[in-house]
T-cell receptor, first 109, second 110 residues
């Protein structure tokens, strides 16, 4: 987790849009993941970016800039069930996936 | 039809004991992992096996010993448990780049 930085916590309102940023170490980069983890549950796969640009999947989109070592996860039309931790993870040249500490998102009514 | 299943889900044990966590995946994946998630929520890789061969072995005390009898199973044995071993241990598997996690095993050492 030491190579990946993301905010510890964020709060947003139901129906709004929230962007969770992540910066990572660029050497040995092989792809960038976002996982969702609800409290007491296993992480579940959300997205994988290997090329620059925005990938949209329903209410969730993920962006990657390899030159900047930067990614974000965009959540639209927030729902209460989106309250969870969002883990940014980097796949490295050794085919190891390194996870950040996660951003806890609180969605309020 | 659980894809990655691990047992037990909860384990409370005393310091110094030896315990095992079992993991099985029915996804046909070649690679399996053990991750540890501590109280600060960092998810750290411990071990990875590909077709029963160890390919990743992070800096983990040698009290932790993984065993992969076949590519669908990866068990974790822990000797002489310490208080600091208390964490959630996630088994996982992958075929390509995406990792699929089991439900987790909550280990508490008292």
């Amino acid at each position: 987790g030491q190579n990946i930085d993301q905010p510890t916590e964020m709060t947003a309102t139901e129906g709004a849009i929230v962007q969770i940023n992540c910066t990572y170490q660029t050497s040995g980069f092989n792809g960038l993941f976002w996982y969702q983890q609800h409290a007491g549950e296993a992480p579940t796969f959300l997205s994988y970016n290997v090329l620059d640009g925005l990938e949209e999947k329903g209410r969730f989109s993920s962006f990657l800039s390899r030159s900047k070592g930067y990614s974000y996860l965009l959540l639209k039309e927030l729902q209460m069930k989106d309250s969870a931790s969002y883990l940014c993870a980097e796949r490295t040249g050794g085919f190891k996936t390194i996870f950040g500490a996660g951003t806890r998102l609180f969605v309020k009514a | 039809d659980t894809a990655v299943s691990q047992t037990p889900k909860y384990l409370v044990t005393q310091m110094g004991n030896d315990k095992s966590i079992k993991c099985e995946q029915n996804l046909g994946h070649d690679t399996m992992y053990w991750y540890k998630q501590d109280s600060k929520k960092f998810l750290k890789i411990m071990f990875s096996y590909n077709n029963k061969e160890l390919i990743i072995n992070e800096t983990v005390p040698n009290r932790f010993s993984p065993k992969s009898p076949d590519k669908a199973h990866l068990n974790l044995h822990i000797n002489s448990l310490e208080l600091g071993d208390s964490a959630v241990y996630f088994c996982a598997s992958s075929l390509g780049h995406t990792i699929y996690f089991g439900e987790g095993s909550w280990l508490t050492v008292v």
